[in-house]
Each structure stands twice: as structure tokens, then as C-alpha cells.
């Protein structure tokens, strides 16, 4: 069982920028192993892809809607994600969740996904 811990949220202004980690409580082989997602809700809305990464942490895939102004890193080592957010809008705001597909990478959809964190709210706000 992989347990992921998502921090960094928090409240910021239009254009800001924040950074949010991914911790998984299992061993780095186990870590290794998993393709990493990050995935985020809105109120009212279906949960949707934001990015995700091959487990060497290459091939990163992003959504349209935030590509070019968000990153998606990992460290093995420290068996953590990372979701650099820069240029934040307000159709940004969402609660961001951390995710690990044990089988394949760069699946767009929630329910390939093995394993979810708590989630951490983000709000983008003047």
C-alpha cells in the first residue's frame, strides 16, 4: 500500500506562484516504479488532469490549460513529487491531488490512477 501526502497549497494572488509536493510513504524501489500524476477538482466540477511523468522522470505531459506555465518534477531519491505553479490564474483555484499509476504513464484519466493523496487546496484570489 502507497500512502501520498500532498503540502504547499495556499492562497495567492492572480500571477503568483507556488509549489506543491508529493511525499509517498514507501520505499525508493517502490517509488521507482510508479508513473506520477498530478490531477486537481474544482468545486462543481469532475476531477481532471493537470501532468504527469514517466518514473525516471522524463516525458512530462501536461494539459493544455496549463502547459507552459506549470512543471512536474521528481526525486526518487527523496521519493517526492513536485508541481511548480507559476502564473497562476483564478480558473486555477481547485483542490490539487497527487496520484501513482502503477501500470503505464501518461493516462489522463483518474481511474487508472492506483493511489491518491488527501489533496491541497489551492486558491487563486485579488
Known amino acids: 500500500q502507497v500512502q501520498l501526502f500532498e503540502s504547499g497549497g495556499g492562497l495567492v494572488q492572480p500571477g503568483d506562484s507556488l509549489r506543491l509536493s508529493c511525499g509517498a510513504s514507501?520505499?525508493?524501489?517502490?517509488?521507482?516504479?510508479?508513473?506520477m500524476g498530478w490531477f486537481r477538482q474544482a468545486p462543481g466540477k469532475d476531477r481532471e488532469f493537470v501532468a504527469a511523468?514517466?518514473?525516471?522522470?522524463?516525458?512530462?505531459i501536461y494539459a493544455d490549460s496549463v502547459k507552459g506555465r506549470f512543471t512536474v518534477a521528481r526525486d526518487n531519491t527523496e521519493r517526492t513529487v513536485y508541481l511548480q505553479m507559476n502564473s497562476l490564474k483564478p480558473e486555477d483555484t481547485a483542490v490539487y491531488f497527487c496520484?501513482?499509476?502503477?501500470?503505464?504513464?501518461?493516462?489522463?484519466?483518474?481511474?487508472?490512477?492506483?493511489?491518491w493523496g488527501q489533496g491541497t487546496q489551492v486558491t487563486v484570489s485579488s
Open positions: 496520484a501513482a499509476d502503477a501500470v503505464a504513464h501518461g493516462r489522463t484519466w483518474a481511474r487508472a490512477y492506483d493511489y
Open positions: 514507501t520505499d525508493t524501489f517502490t517509488f521507482t516504479r510508479l508513473y
Open positions: 511523468l514517466r518514473r525516471s522522470g522524463g516525458d512530462a
